[in-house]
């Protein structure tokens, strides 16, 4: 896992996913996170793109929970389509 | 005046009687100690000093707009006479006997006959505006009510934002307007609060749906911050932090007194019964880590955010205390200016945030995309849209909020008057609302694009909200495929998912394509060999498979999260029972249980994903609850450390071959990847769908469109280049939120709202 921070955006590397928000993107309703990942060998996708508000220590590579509005969403990283689903 | 511009100014009347589309007036109040007051007390005179002060073209302006505004007026007030069960004949005898005494008063009350010569030509109209006014509140406010105590509310557009009648268009099979007892529990908890009445509605309305009327509600750090208890975000969770719906603070423990906030809360008490409030003191407690919810208490309680509440009231009385701080919330936001702006729709738009570039990422509608709430705070003017052309002209409102402020002999402060010296003031009726409507989309981007920025320079954030705009307006645009509109495919995907109850991505098989095909198609220009392609399709089709090994793991872990919320449920079922018994202390154990439990669980469930069986095992010991879930886990946290790990080391075999192959045909790889599945034919799809329980023929036309649209999303899109062409062509008629919306955004015409009441009166 690594983690840099500049002035607008912060990355989160965990195994293949990488989380980026963007600070300014942040309001009431929470902030715009993405992740990219690498979908197969030197090839990365966007598979995540949800604004909320993250839950602090939820993300974990391939599983993260965000909350919008009231609700708590589980997201997980589905190997086969390549990108986060919601559970229900 | 001359007799030129008296001339010029009666051709401007002609020209703007003869419209039929143009609709704003201006609307007038009267501020004293920032209380808007009530419409028969509008001082003229006042207002005549502030025009004599203008310039004399702002003088003619007004007089312009004043003169064609007195027939708007009237036709406005016979549009909410349309809306109801008035009859239009009585209601203009209001009007007329509302012009008489308005004329026979004014006459003697303007004691200066100098004063008045200047502005002669302008008093007419005035009266016959200020009358026009008055009029709309003295209509009878039960012709209002329908037979179901629903109330009618009459709103002039047909736009996005006519949901506020309960109707969302004019060709919608039900309506479904707001219940009388919910606006009338808002206009009473509202004055009680000192919250102005008009505003607490309007956000209402803005928050929800209409049936959402009065559930406005505060996150627990919301209730800590308005007691007034200081607090700081942490990253974790642990003893004594707040956890605010998985947000982690450090609030301090206080007993805060604040004499006017208890106040409030004291005439919220008696309003709702005068027995719940007594004399005495007693205290609204939160422990500062949330373990319970909020209670009553005689003595401040430990380790908690405590009001001191100048009043004694009993313990059951801490929910309507929580509820009433809602209030509180909506007095400190608006009290609040954004960056010296004085026009209220920036307070009020801090309910919304700021964002510069409404994002793809929301679940925000897609004309609304890309308008900057920094340059335009476009939800705080609708808001005030609201306030000026709906509620404030509602009769049943505006008297039973004048009742309530009587009853409660409360004087509450208006948003229209906020920060402003006593007087009389006038609004064009459609300001806001052609704020609204000429709100900038993607400017933003469109700045970056005219500084010649191509798509690949934008941030990942304006790429996705541009993509998604793209994806909306894909049958205009030659570069992109022939895609359905958002709205249209969410109908056909529920029409489908609710017939089939099958996920719609799954809707169409896919049939595995023979290497030879692909090793034909692919492109010729691509330098590989035979067995390079074998050994990059082996190892694609071999990662497939551990793949849906992996997926099904993981849902079985999800499953399994799934049975523990259950039973953490349990705790908390028997907490609200305990509470409903009001044995408190018991109550609070089986919270902090469940608590407990959640936190476990979640533990539990991550070190499962992370395939960590030694610790998993050490928090099954941690937490017996869990004991009946603990073959289950483990096995589940061995399956996935040994799966995951035969992935990873295959991956680790190949993986350089493959970053060399992808890096020299990166297109070309993702084109042969693509290829490896096909989607099965229409007719094919269709019969095998026909024989799912659940179809029927009319799903058919659903069915073709879904296979046509994710047909067309298998061809690889090329975003800069639709990104060129969109604002080449497109964006000059998608500009603002009038071009984007599906609406008229013009006002509703007659026939349209004896539609929307013809509905309203059948439910």
Redesign the interface.
Known sequence: MEATNDKNISHERIGKHEL?Y?K??????GC???IFSEA????KV?SF???G?L????Y?G??L?I??K?I?K?F?Y????KKFVV?P | MNKNALLNLFVFCLIFLSSSTVYPFPVFYTCENEVILGPSKIDSTDLFEKILLLNKDEQNKTISSWCHGGKDCIERFKFIVSFSTVSEKLAMKVFYKELAAIKESSESEIKNPDLLESVKNLKDSFYELQACQNSMNKLNGDDYITQDNSLIIPYPFHNNYMRITGCKSVSGRVCKPVAKNKIDTVIEEAIAMGTDPYLAIAINFMEGQPEDMGNL?LDPIGVMDIIGCRSKR????GKGILNS????YKVNKSVVQDTKLSNKLKSFMTKKGTSLVGNGKSHYCYDVAGKTKPRITTIPQKNSCCLELEFKTPESSSGQVTHALTYEFINRKVNTRYKGKTDPAWRIQ???????LM?????VPAWRVGVNYRKNPGYGQQTMDYILNSLMFNPYISNKINKEKNDQKKKVKSILCSNKKDGTYYYESNKYFDKVKSSVRLGVIADKFNLGGGFNEL???EQ?VIKRELLETATKNSKMPNLLRTAIVTKYESQVSNALKIDP?NLFKKTNVSRIEIWDKKDADVLLSRGDFDYIMDT?DR??L???V??KT?LKI?ELEQSLNITCQKSYTKYLELYELKQFKRADKEYVLHNNCIHSSDDFV?EI??GNVNRVGEILKETPSFTRHAREGKALAETIFSQERELASF?ES??EK??LV??KH?KA??KM?DARTTRESIGGAISRISELPGYNSSLDKGIRSLYMHQSALDIEIDYPDAYQEYFSKLYKDRRTLEMASDYSWKKLNQGQVQDILGKILKN
């Open positions: 980026i963007l300014d993107s942040c309001s009431s309703h715009e996170y993405f197969f060998p030197g090839c966007q793109h949800q604004t508000f839950l602090p220590g939820s974990k391939k599983r929970k909350r919008q009231q708590i589980t997980l589905s190997l086969q389509d559970l | 509600s942490e990253k974790k969770g719906y998985q947000t982690y801090r309910f919304n945030g700021f964002t510069n994002g793809g990422a929301e679940a941030t990942p954030r996705s991505n694609w990662e497939a551990y793949n849906q992996l997926d993981n999800h991550n994903y992370n991956e190949r993986y493959m970053v992808f890096s990166p790889t993702q990847y």
